[in-house]
C-alpha cells in the first residue's frame, strides 16, 4: 500500500505569512494528489487536485505543486480564514491520507 | 447543485454490524464513483473505500475483510456495511463523490457513530 507522509504535524504562523506543507509519497504517484482544508465540524473542503490544479472558487493564495514521489502545498499570504487542518490525499486506485498539518495562530 | 446526505445509527454495540446510506440529490448516481471516509475523534482522516454505479468496488485493504460498500440506483442512494465493530470505529463518517482517479468534491456533512455497549 501506498503511505502519504506529511509535514509538519503542526505549523505555528501569523496572517500574511507564506505558508508551505510537505506531502511525500512512498512510491510515484505521477499527479494523483489533491490538497484539502479540514475544520471542526465541517466536511474536508477540496483546494488542489491533479497535485496543482486549483478547484474551482479557491482563492489564488492556494497553490499546489510537485508529482512522483514529492509535493508541496503553498499559502502565499496566510488569511483568518486559514487556520486549520490540511490533508493531502492520493486518489488512484486506491486512496491514502496524509496525516494532516495543523495551521494555528502564532 | 450535488448534495449527499448520510444517515443511519449513531449507536453501534461492540460486535455488531454499522450501517450507512447515503442519499444523492441534485444529481444522479449513475456514472460516478461514491466514497466513504471516516475521521476517528481527534484523528485524521481515513479512506474506506468507493463504489462505481456499476457495482464495482475497491476498499482499504486495512478494513477489506469487514467492509461491503453497495449502490441502490433506483433510490440514489450507497451503502456501508462494516462488520464486527469495536470502539475504533466510532468516527465521524462522511460520504463523498469520487474515486478512481477522482477526488472527492462534493461531500456529506458527515455522521457521528459511536460503539459502546
Known amino acids: 500500500d501506498i503511505q502519504m507522509t506529511q509535514s509538519p504535524s503542526t505549523l505555528s504562523a501569523s496572517v500574511g505569512d507564506r505558508v508551505t506543507i510537505t506531502c511525500r509519497a512512498s512510491q510515484s504517484i505521477s499527479i494523483w494528489l489533491a490538497w484539502y482544508q479540514k475544520k471542526p465540524g465541517k466536511a474536508p473542503y477540496l483546494l488542489v487536485y491533479g497535485a496543482s490544479s486549483l478547484e474551482s472558487g479557491v482563492p489564488s493564495r492556494f497553490s499546489g505543486s510537485g508529482s512522483g514521489t514529492d509535493f508541496t502545498l503553498t499559502i502565499s499570504s496566510l488569511q483568518p480564514d486559514d487556520f486549520a487542518t490540511y490533508y493531502c490525499l492520493h486518489y488512484s486506485t486506491y486512496w491514502a491520507f496524509g496525516q494532516g498539518t495543523k495551521v494555528e495562530i502564532k | 447543485q450535488v448534495q449527499l446526505e448520510e444517515s443511519g445509527p449513531g449507536l453501534v454495540k461492540p460486535s455488531e454490524t454499522l450501517s450507512l446510506t447515503c442519499t444523492v440529490s441534485?444529481?444522479?448516481?449513475?456514472?460516478?464513483?461514491w466514497s466513504w471516509i471516516r475521521q476517528p475523534p481527534g484523528k485524521g482522516l481515513e479512506w474506506i473505500g468507493y463504489?462505481?454505479?456499476?457495482?464495482?468496488?475497491n476498499y482499504n485493504s486495512s478494513l477489506k475483510s469487514r467492509v461491503t460498500i453497495s449502490v441502490d440506483l433506483s433510490k440514489n442512494q450507497f451503502s456501508l456495511n462494516l462488520t464486527s465493530v469495536s470502539a475504533a470505529d466510532t468516527a465521524v463518517y462522511y460520504c463523498?463523490?469520487?474515486?478512481?482517479?477522482?477526488?472527492?468534491?462534493?461531500w456529506g456533512q458527515g455522521t457521528l457513530v459511536t460503539v459502546s455497549s
Open positions: 463523498a463523490r469520487g474515486g478512481n482517479a477522482a477526488a472527492p468534491h462534493y
Open positions: 441534485g444529481g444522479s448516481i449513475s456514472s460516478y464513483y
Open positions: 463504489i462505481y454505479s456499476n457495482g464495482n468496488t
